[in-house]
């Protein structure tokens, strides 16, 4: 049994289109009408899943370009996870690479916020801090706060390109004017899901570095801070307050 692992292993390099030939079970798998089939509707299956899981990418590329393009990252980064829906970790940082996406340079970071919502979806629940739960606190009681970010909360920023905007714009763009002018400036978004859906708004610079530092485990104080040192044209008060309507946070817990 110990050669199990190489023969499953070879067996996946053939369906795939890489080496994995020149063992006699592979070579008569393959050999057979049947394996063309079976290959075919694997390679469709996963490319359909790209196509779910990444519906934003798709929309401004196009379909026919998409496919084929997904079709590539299949064969180069097969699943590994029978469930589909976590399929493409690596797709943003495929499509960085993809020689015939150059002239789309938001494209991974477009593709990284499809990743993020997936992410969001299908967290675990749990519940959030009620939006005037820190409202009545001292300043110096609010500095020592660890805000625990929500299981289902997602952010990032993004430099020189309004990724966000132009993700939001092709995500649900159900009859939206995607030709509108965009402020061709980087932008950040944020994903929560305090109840059953996904929900997305932009988030400033600031308010990104500012969740980064609570996921990291840094008191509010110092995670203000940290934003402050970073973007110091942050509005602390209003992100914060945006950051709690959102469901951002989990509740506060007893010292």
């Known amino acids: 049994m110990t050669h199990a692992p190489s023969l499953q292993q070879a067996f996946a390099d053939a369906l795939f289109g890489r080496a994995g030939r020149g063992q006699a079970d592979v070579d008569a798998w393959v050999a057979q009408p049947t394996f063309a089939v079976y290959r075919n509707t694997v390679m469709k299956a996963c490319i359909d899943a790209l196509a779910a899981n990444f519906p934003a990418v798709q929309r401004l590329v196009g379909e026919d370009w998409f496919r084929a393009a997904a079709a590539l990252h299949v064969a180069d ?42 992410e969001a979806h299908a967290a675990a629940d749990a519940p959030v801090i009620a939006p005037d739960a820190l409202s009545g606190l001292p300043p110096e009681a609010l500095g020592t706060l660890r805000l625990q970010p929500h299981p289902a909360a997602r952010w990032a920023c993004f430099d020189g390109h309004p990724v966000f905007a132009i993700w939001q714009r092709n995500r649900d763009a159900d009859g ?4 509108a002018p965009l402020d061709w400036q980087g932008d950040g978004g944020l994903l929560t899901r305090p109840a059953d859906a996904v929900q997305a708004q932009a988030l400033c610079h600031g308010g990104c570095a ?30 914060l307050a945006q950051l709690l309507r959102a469901g951002v946070f989990l509740p506060l817990t007893p010292s």
Not at 105 to 116: F, M, N, S, T
Not at 176 to 179: A, F, H, K, L, S
Not at 232 to 237: I, M, V, W
Request: proline share 8%.
């Open 210 to 239: 500012l969740l980064d530092a609570c996921a990291d485990g840094a008191t509010l104080g110092q995670a203000a801070e940290r934003a402050s040192a970073a973007h110091p044209d942050t509005d602390l008060a209003r992100v």
């Open 77 to 118: 980064d097969p699943p590994r996870d029978g469930r589909l829906l976590v399929y493409g970790a690596g797709f943003a940082d495929f499509l960085a690479r993809f020689e015939p996406a150059a002239s789309l340079p938001y494209l991974p970071g477009v593709a990284r916020l499809d990743a993020l919502w997936r």
């Open 176 to 179: 939206d004017d995607v030709t």
